[in-house]
């Protein structure tokens, strides 16, 4: 199964992203924008993983859930990555020590169980949209500022099970982990 470990969002906060998901759209050409739904921020990805790891993987969550104490993060802006003359268009995660030591931590735990990580460095963002293709009037910098920032309490961390459902990719939690504070 494929996994990855996320941040979930509180309705609240999906409602107001997926407003700017909406606003996006509507400057596109074409592009996949996220489902509601489908809405989180990625902490560590695993990819494939036999199902006879997730007690390992389980366990590595909670010793790093009980580590850390409730924190918030300061959701906004707008940011791309560039492939093949497409865009992915994200929103990114104001600078949080607190969020970066949660990473660390989890993929430490991860590589000492001999779970394969990415080593890139952590860019904690929300994906928006995929494959992009923008109007030719769209001003990037203008409708950045169209995005208010969301504050938001992390009070969970959850592993997440992606897979296609009728067509659709959905990411579903199979397992969350409170915060000790």
């Not at 990625?42 to 199902?51: D, H, Q, Y």
């Not at 590589?111 to 992009?132: M, Q, S, W, Y």
Request: with cysteine; hydrophobic share 40%.
């Amino acid at each position: 199964m494929r996994l990855f470990i996320a941040i979930n969002f509180t309705p609240e906060v999906k409602e107001q992203l997926y407003k700017a998901i909406q606003d996006l759209s509507k400057e596109a050409v074409s592009g996949n924008f996220t489902r509601i739904s489908n809405l989180h921020l990625t902490v560590a990805f695993l990819g494939e993983v036999s199902s006879n790891r997730l007690h390992d993987i389980r366990k590595i969550i909670n010793q790093t859930a009980f580590g850390f104490d409730v924190f918030e993060i300061e959701i906004g802006g707008l940011g791309k990555f560039i492939n093949q003359g497409e865009f992915l268009y994200w929103c990114g995660i104001r600078e949080n020590e607190t969020l970066d030591k949660l990473q660390q931590s989890l993929i430490q735990g991860l590589k000492a169980n001999e779970f394969l990580v990415d080593d890139k460095p952590f860019k904690p963002h929300i994906t928006l949209g995929r494959r992009c293709r923008m109007n030719s009037n769209f001003d990037e910098k203008e409708f950045a500022k169209m995005i208010v920032p969301i504050r938001m309490k992390v009070t969970t961390i959850n592993l997440m099970k992606s897979e296609y459902r009728d067509g659709s990719l959905t990411y579903s939690s199979i397992g969350e982990v409170k915060l000790k504070g």
